[in-house]
């Protein structure tokens, strides 16, 4: 049997499911929203407990990334991610469960070549680029200091 190109991408468009980007889109706000409410929340209880802002800050970072690694590494980060979409993206969350799925799903295959080689497959690239950019832009800054 021999099918056109535009007989196939008839067919595909027939069975794909329709997208809803608006109700997507408020799902994301919305729930990305409630993080950075359970962030601003966090960093304000720390503040309340006597930490400078900067300490609070820091240790609303490290809750927010220890909630995100605990709910991967209870399977229910992936079913918020499911209504939420990009809202759980927000930054430190999203990297966190970046790195916390693949070493949750490659344990059985050792701590050497499952959980410690798997866990940086997807944050690795962020990692490396992250760090020569912010080299490269801290010799920029060095640089335009010293011609002042």
């Not at 609303?60 to 991610?81: E, H, K, M």
């Not at 927000?90 to 344990?107: L, Q």
């Not at 997807?122 to 832009?137: D, F, K």
Request: proline share 2%; glycine share 10%.
């Amino acid at each position: 049997m021999q099918i056109t190109n535009e007989d196939y991408q008839a067919l595909a468009d027939s069975l794909a499911q329709k997208s809803k980007t608006s109700v997507n889109c408020v799902k994301a706000f919305v729930i990305g929203g409630l993080i950075c409410v359970l962030g601003q929340g966090l960093t304000a209880a720390y503040r309340a407990a006597g930490l400078s802002e900067q300490t609070a800050g820091t240790m609303c970072s490290v809750s927010l990334i220890f909630l995100s690694a605990l709910l991967t590494g209870l399977a229910l980060f992936d079913d918020i991610a499911k209504h939420a979409g990009a809202g759980t993206l927000v930054p430190i969350t999203g990297f966190a469960n970046s790195v916390t799925a693949p070493a949750v799903e490659f344990k059985t295959e050792g701590y050497v070549t499952g959980l410690a080689v798997k866990m940086f497959t997807i944050a690795g690239p962020v990692l490396v680029y992250g760090i020569s950019a912010s080299v490269l832009y801290g010799l920029i800054l060095w640089l335009v200091a010293l011609a002042k």
